[in-house]
């Protein structure tokens, strides 16, 4: 167990450096810090999207990488991690954490020879992912310089041991060239390291928006070695179900099917005689239903779309819920039992999370495959994506839209106050780990019993009156009708140092009580205090630990 914990941290402090020095390759996605398939599925339906604008249909060539976990050399893999320029003893523990192993097998009573192992890397071990990213950043980049050297205009997106080749061109028999060209160079260049391309689950789709007979040519890899590919009427990429016009009415169909009969499985968790609460029902849904409902919505909600067939299934499916989470009659208005459930409307649930999911894409790494595409004043200029919208006139742009386009506007109005790769936010060097002693957390469940919280916070600061050098500082917050008010009390034993109150509208009342945190601190600075003790109920240390995040150099 701890050395499963050791690895992890290890990974842990990896990814953050790699990213934050840009190592990934900006469309290496899935299972790395802000690489998410979401973010594949946004990025490609974005260039679908840009490529209509121009009147240009879209190709894709899928492919998987055979037993890629298993063909891993070490040897070269080592090579990688020494390039990247981590510290020696992380270099040395992959080493000898890599290199001359050895293993058997036993069955019943026999059992074989001890033999050599110097490839492959378990599916299941914590540092495997930001391994595998490692081991495939120079092969993606070879690959991009050999493509643009060869003037064939191809984008790539990498998820693990996938890739996917995208073209756009006038006429589908120049993209199957294109993609003809790049599956071949891509074969040679994975057969130098060490791997082989799975033609089992390789896949060709085109993306149109023609309204007469559509009949793609199909793809004929069989000079390569590889079968005639043949595009089908759906295609199921990472979760995402997709059709040529970029209709997800079979996608939300079978989530919400789905998630349906979730709904139905759930029943069995209760009895006769005992059930589940209707608050436990509802904790459920929220947390096992909804994000299995919800998956890959960004690529289907944006502004100007017309929903009503999607709400139709996803209003059925909440009402289902909704029922379920109250125990009443089946012919009960849909409307009613959400309310009384505590249910806001699907439609304003999507909204919700679509506009927060928008404003995320201001903290992703700057060389994000995502910021490559996107025209906001947060993008990187230094990697710029064959589809960016820094290539399109402003009128061009109010006819492109998109989950991208919606956040690229949304981006303009937002000041980000932080970034989540500075370096006071690496693994190890956060305020919280560096100053442990000095701060002290005192974590109180108000729904319990108010009158034993009292008690203990009155113990808390008669105790820390006693001493003449303490400054204590209370604060707290409340809205009503959009309007927040947060008050802050700051005094020494016997003295009042500050009374401050605060107002402000259209802001939660958890950003407000982070705010009124800050200014605490800041008289807390200002007074030369060197010790710090937090009461909080409902704040997470993490976001407490980002508002203290100035303390440590004025310390």
Request: charged share 15%.
């Amino acid at each position: 167990m701890l050395g499963k914990l050791i690895k992890k941290a290890i990974g842990e402090r990896i990814q953050f450096y790699i990213t934050a020095n840009n190592f990934i390759y900006p469309s290496q996605l899935g299972r790395l810090k802000f690489k998410s398939t979401t973010n594949a599925g946004v990025a490609l339906t974005h260039i679908i999207r840009l490529g209509w604008s121009k009147s240009l249909p879209t190709s894709t060539l899928a492919f998987d990488i055979l037993q890629f976990f298993s063909s891993l050399n070490h040897h070269l893999l080592m090579k990688i991690i020494y390039k990247v320029g981590l510290d020696n003893h992380v270099v040395d523990f992959f080493s000898n954490y890599l290199i001359d192993r050895k293993t058997s097998y036993s069955w019943n009573n026999f059992s074989s020879s001890i033999f050599d192992v110097n490839v492959g890397i378990g599916q299941s071990l914590a540092l495997f992912s930001i391994l595998l990213a490692l081991y495939l950043l120079p092969f993606l980049h070879i690959l991009e310089k050999r493509l643009k050297n060869l003037k064939i205009p191809i984008s790539i997106i990498s998820i693990i041991d996938n890739g996917l080749f995208i073209s756009q061109d006038k006429s589908l028999e120049v993209s199957n060239g294109h993609l003809f060209y790049s599956y071949n160079i891509m074969s040679n260049l994975l057969d130098k390291f060490g791997l082989v391309v799975e033609q089992s689950k390789t896949e060709v789709f085109h993306f149109s928006r023609m309204h007469s007979p559509f009949n793609p040519p199909p793809l004929d890899l069989s000079l390569l070695g590889g079968p005639i590919f043949s595009p089908k009427n759906l295609w199921k990429y990472l979760g995402f179900i997709f059709n040529r016009k970029l209709i997800f009415h079979q996608h939300i169909n079978f989530y919400s099917n789905r998630v349906i009969s979730s709904v139905k499985c759930m029943k069995l968790l209760g009895n006769s005689l005992h059930s589940i609460s209707p608050l436990q029902k509802r904790l459920l849904y929220k947390c096992c239903i909804l994000p299995i409902a919800l998956y890959g919505f960004q690529l289907w909600f944006y502004n100007h779309v017309l929903l009503l067939y999607s709400f139709k299934a996803l209003n059925k499916m909440q009402g289902r819920a909704a029922i379920w989470i109250l125990g009443a009659f089946k012919t009960s208005l849909t409307e009613g039992v959400e309310a009384l459930v505590g249910l806001i409307p699907i439609k304003l649930y999507v909204q919700k999370l679509g506009e927060r999911s928008q404003l995320c894409t201001i903290s992703l790494p700057l060389n994000h495959i995502i910021c490559s595409l996107m025209d906001s004043p947060f993008s990187s200029h230094n990697y710029q994506h064959l589809s960016s919208l820094s290539f399109f006139t402003d009128h061009q742009k109010t006819k492109i839209k998109g989950y991208l386009a919606d956040a690229n506007n949304r981006s303009y109005g937002v000041f980000p106050s932080f970034s989540s790769l500075h370096p006071e936010l690496s693994p190890g060097l956060r305020v919280i780990d560096t100053f442990s002693n000095c701060f002290s957390f005192n974590s109180n469940n108000k729904g319990k019993n108010d009158k034993i919280c009292l008690q203990q916070l009155d113990s808390m600061v008669i105790k820390s009156s006693s001493s003449l050098s303490t400054t204590i500082t209370a604060m707290d917050a409340s809205i009503k009708n959009n309007v927040t008010m947060s008050i802050l009390h700051t005094h020494i034993p016997n003295r009042p140092l500050s009374r401050t109150i605060h107002y402000s509208a259209f802001v939660t009342s958890i950003e407000v009580e982070l705010f009124t945190i800050r200014c605490g601190t800041c008289w807390l600075i200002i007074s030369q205090r060197s010790l710090l003790s937090l009461t909080p109920f409902m704040w997470p240390k993490e976001s407490l630990t980002l508002c203290l995040i100035h303390i440590k150099s004025m310390w």
